[in-house]
């Protein structure tokens, strides 16, 4: 009887985590509006890659393993990148309005771009508050099927990937803003919830 009982609770707190989880794609489908109606979230969020990519300045290698514990906006870009340098500022601003200990752009200019080539483009295009990793031989964009440049991804606090989206968007936009806002807000209501 107990294990009927244990079971019972089981099945009945997986099946509320995945009414959860559908709830929270609900509402980030909700939020996309203009050029952020491309982006796909999935019905189940996804593993990373555990491969390594650069940090800037030769600072030693990272993995997204990393940076667990906060939402991440993922983007992978390149110096010859158009759209990369429209979007770049917008990121930028993203970073200035929520990077802290809940959400961090991370950015990773992916195959050849020489670090000066990179720093150049930062200085161009007045960023000052984004890394400037690398991902030199694009293992890291093979392992996440980046097939086109840019495209961001939106990895969750537990390292999973949520969302993605192919090409530039604004990323400065009130729409852009309200997806960070509900990723930072529905898991720190999660875990004052735990508390």
């Known amino acids: 009887m107990r294990l009927f009982r244990q079971l019972s609770l089981y099945m009945a707190l997986a099946l509320g985590a995945n009414a959860a989880a559908a709830a929270d794609q609900a509402q980030l489908e909700a939020l996309r509006e203009d050029s952020l109606r491309r982006l796909v ?11 390594a990519f650069e940090l800037a300045d030769g600072a030693g290698t990272a993995s997204l393993e990393d940076y667990k514990g906060k939402v991440v906006l993922l983007n992978f870009w390149a110096t010859w990148c158009a759209p990369c340098r429209k979007e770049m500022p917008q990121l930028s601003e993203l970073q200035e309005e929520f990077g802290g200990e809940d959400f961090e752009v991370l950015t990773i200019a992916t195959g050849r771009n020489s670090p000066a080539g990179i720093q150049k483009f930062f200085d161009e295009n007045g960023i000052s508050n984004l890394p400037r990793h690398q991902d030199p031989k694009q293992a890291l964009a093979r392992e996440m099927a980046v097939i086109g440049l840019p495209i961001t991804v939106l990895l969750d606090r537990d390292g999973k990937e949520v969302a993605r989206l ?29 508390n």
């Open 41 to 51: 979230v999935h019905s189940e969020p996804r593993d990373v890659s555990a491969t």
């Open 166 to 194: 192919l090409g530039d968007a604004e990323w400065n936009s009130d729409s852009a803003k309200a997806i960070v806002q509900a990723m930072i807000g529905e898991q720190t209501d999660s875990a004052a919830a735990s």
